[in-house]
């Protein structure tokens, strides 16, 4: 289930008290175990994927229907050349580097990545509601 951080419930509330909020890309970013979802919400970046040629990836979301969207494409990182670690959260940010957590989500299914490995979530598989 993925949640909002922080930053993100603000923005939320901000709309809604009719003031600006610039659009956003999303980036998707890759944080190894044990991260802290705690962390998460609040924003910390600890635990994030560094190295080995790792960089964050644009979402690519479907235009939304009820609620939903997905990646409109595959989402395809760039080949590990040093041992990422073992992945167990992504998190939708807005900047390639640094920026806010806009939500974030335990993997449904943890994933080592090492050296040579290529990690790729499929198109729709990236699913955000907001609900």
């Not at 044990?34 to 979301?61: F, H, I, K, M, W």
């Not at 939304?64 to 940010?93: C, E, K, Q, R, Y």
């Amino acid at each position: 289930m993925a949640e909002f951080a922080t930053y993100m419930e603000n923005a939320i509330i901000n709309l809604m008290r009719n003031t600006a909020f610039t659009q956003i890309p999303a980036y998707v970013a890759l944080f190894k175990s044990p991260a802290s979802d705690a962390e998460l919400e609040a924003g910390t970046l600890t635990n994030e994927v560094s190295g080995g040629a790792y960089a964050r990836q644009l979402a690519g979301l479907s235009a939304p229907s009820d609620g939903v969207t997905a990646n409109a494409a595959d989402i395809t990182f760039p080949t590990a050349t040093a041992n990422w670690g073992t992945v167990t959260h992504v998190a939708l940010m807005d900047a390639a580097a640094a920026g806010n957590v806009l939500m974030w989500s335990l993997l449904d299914v943890s994933k080592v990545v090492n050296s040579g490995d290529t990690f790729k979530i499929n198109l729709g598989d990236l699913d955000v509601t907001v609900a």
